[in-house]
């Protein structure tokens, strides 16, 4: 089996409303697209609560980390020898450089929320676009965690579950374990 590399997710941007919809989703795609934790900026209770559940029901210890400052998260990542990929519509299309992201072993991934500062831009090792078109955080996550990864990531195993999905053509097979 392919070994992974290590990926961690980073969410920058000053919340104006709550969002924790978008947050959760961000969250709950990079557990499941094979990333290790994710830091956000304030992590609700909720938002905790929630994805501790998941991991209990479905596996994997997926962290949700809370740092005020993206400007760490971003310079520890560089002590670890992470490579630092910006998702952002103004970058180099994923294709055109996805080879290259796909030797690092560690990386950290960041995307937006409204208003991203300048200084990310330049901060990270690699801007990068997912078309040249603007959309969504997550969508743009799923995509290049896919891409990286060159599609190991949808055979993770999560290891200890109290519940599994047996796949089946038609209805739901659920097991407990
Ligand atoms: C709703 S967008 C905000 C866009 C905002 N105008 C900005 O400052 O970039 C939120 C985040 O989604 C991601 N995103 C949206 N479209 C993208 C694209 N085409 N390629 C890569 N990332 C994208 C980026 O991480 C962006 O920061």
Redo the contacts with the bound molecule.
């Keep these: 089996m392919v070994s992974l590399p290590s990926v961690r997710v980073l969410r920058?941007?000053h919340r104006f409303v709550r969002d924790d919809r978008t947050l959760t989703h961000l969250c709950l795609t990079s557990r499941a697209l094979g990333a290790e934790a994710i830091y956000l900026e304030e992590v609700e209770p909720d938002i905790a609560r929630s994805i501790s559940r998941v991991n209990a029901t479905w596996g994997g210890d997926f962290q949700v980390i809370e740092e005020k400052s993206w400007r760490d998260v971003i310079r520890k990542a560089k002590k670890e020898a992470r490579t630092v990929v910006?998702?952002?519509?103004?970058?180099v299309p994923i294709q055109e450089k996805v080879s290259e992201l796909r030797k690092s072993k560690k990386l950290l991934v960041?995307?937006?929320?409204?208003?991203?500062p300048r200084e990310v831009y330049f901060a990270a090792d690699y801007n990068?676009?997912?078309?040249?078109?603007?959309?969504?955080?997550t969508?743009?996550?799923a995509i290049?965690l896919h891409e990286i990864q060159n599609g190991e990531e949808l055979k993770k195993d999560f290891g200890k579950s109290t519940l599994r999905i047996i796949p089946k053509d038609r209805g739901k097979r659920v097991i407990r374990s």
């Design positions: 920058v941007g910006h998702l952002t519509m103004y970058g960041v995307v937006g929320g409204p208003k991203v990068i676009a997912v078309t040249s078109q603007p959309h969504s955080e969508a743009a996550l290049a």
